[in-house]
């Protein structure tokens, strides 16, 4: 499909008649910039954000450790357990060992922690799949806030398809690391540093997909590939930069969080970080969406306020 066309459900092709995104100005993109924090404001997404972080951090135990319960039976439970502590690694702040330590308990009570992480994760795990589905709506220019049932649970299936994917094409990534890196062995030079390279590439590259396709499919109504990518662009940007600011800082401030919060000290950092995703992930949303209003239909910041504040 070409970046001039928009996507809609009977899944014809409409052609867009748009500006090219490389000529706008600078004034224009502030504009859209300035539009979209206002109306991002209006819709309440920080405490949408919120409520997102706190059922993707009910959901994702139960997640985690029911691949690994189902994982067990097929691989050796200290491999998968290993991979998904690095998997983790790679997109949390902190806290992938204390992670670790949780999966190698509930692996030794199997039978038990399946059965109970399938019942909260059918819980919690649809209710952050359809808040997302919700908020994306909110800070959309869309003409109904709700989705009928049928397509609300057809996104939510997709959602949830689609994360179970991610994760598979991301642990698949580890074992295609280790033989690249014997293979690059026997390469003279720096094979550390090309690995690494290597590694940051897929893993931008795993993060751009995934936002451009929700922004793409998961907001009701007419939508484009290039504002989508657009949207997806800055939210992988913000992630990267958010990533690298925890980095430097959760060292200092662990002891405080430990002061302050205790065991639970872990269990804040995790909502902090979760609800800074899903601004993220709304505030990506929300500056596709504008652009598709303001600078491909060229239309005003008062026309684009009526469409993206209920």
């Known amino acids: 499909m070409r970046s001039d066309q928009t996507l809609d459900p009977a899944g014809t092709h409409q052609p867009d008649t748009s500006r090219q995104l490389h000529r706008i100005g600078i004034r224009d993109w502030l504009r859209v910039l300035v539009q979209s924090a206002r109306d991002l404001n209006a819709s309440n997404a920080l405490e949408w954000s919120a409520a997102l972080s706190f059922y993707a951090l ?13 994982a067990s039976y097929f691989v050796d439970a200290n491999w998968a357990t290993s991979r998904a502590t690095e998997l983790l690694g790679e997109f949390l702040p902190r806290g992938e060992f204390e992670i ?3 999966v190698t308990a509930a692996l030794a009570e199997r039978r038990r922690t399946g059965v109970i992480s399938l019942a909260v994760f059918l819980i919690a795990g649809r209710r952050v799949l359809g808040a997302l589905t919700k908020a994306l709506n909110l800070v959309s220019d869309v003409d109904e806030q709700s989705d009928p049932v049928g397509r609300q649970i057809g996104v939510e299936l997709a959602l949830l398809l689609g ?11 580890h074992p295609l690391g280790d033989l690249l890196q014997n293979t690059l062995q026997v390469v003279p030079g720096p094979d550390g540093l090309l690995l690494l390279v290597i590694n940051g590439v897929v893993r931008v590259a795993l993060l751009l997909a995934v936002f451009t396709l929700v922004y793409a499919y998961v907001p009701r109504g007419e939508r484009l590939w290039r504002p989508a990518f657009t949207g997806a662009a800055v939210a ?14 959760i060292d200092p401030l662990w002891s405080s969080l430990n002061l302050v919060y205790g065991p639970l000290a872990i269990a804040a950092l ?11 992930t709304l505030a990506g949303g929300a500056l596709a969406s504008h652009v598709k209003v303001m600078i491909l239909e060229n239309k005003s910041g008062q026309l684009a306020e009526q469409q993206h504040v209920g």
């Open 270 to 280: 995790l909502l902090s970080w979760g609800w800074y995703v899903a601004l993220i």
């Open 236 to 249: 992988t940007m913000l992630f990267l930069m958010a990533q690298g600011v925890y980095a430097v800082v």
């Open 100 to 102: 670790e330590e949780i």
């Open 163 to 173: 994360l179970v994917c991610v994760t598979l094409l991301a642990l698949a990534a």
């Open 58 to 70: 009910l959901s994702l135990f139960p997640l985690l450790l029911l691949g690994m319960v189902v």
